[in-house]
């Protein structure tokens, strides 16, 4: 016989909706890949990429494909410095 684990309180699943919904700010992957390469360069550099493209970080935070080429990006410019 199967007993439900005592749940109190939310589902997991909707804490998940809620990062997979969509950020208004979020401008998808196409435009964000416009910027990313910049977004790099910042983080490398100090700067403040997220004020500067508050868009492309908001597409960061809900995409992965995206964040690893970001990480890429990065490895790939620290490499040449
Ligand atoms: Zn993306």
Known sequence: MLNSPSDS?????????ALLRTDPDDPGCSV??????VYA???????????????VAAHLRSCAEC???LEGLIAALSRTD
């Open 9 to 17: 309180g939310r589902e997991p699943w909707e804490r998940l909706d």
């Open 32 to 37: 964000s890949r416009l910027d990313i390469d």
């Open 41 to 55: 360069e910042l983080s490398i550099k100090g700067g403040d990429p997220v004020t500067r493209f508050p868009g």
């Open 67 to 69: 964040h690893d080429d």
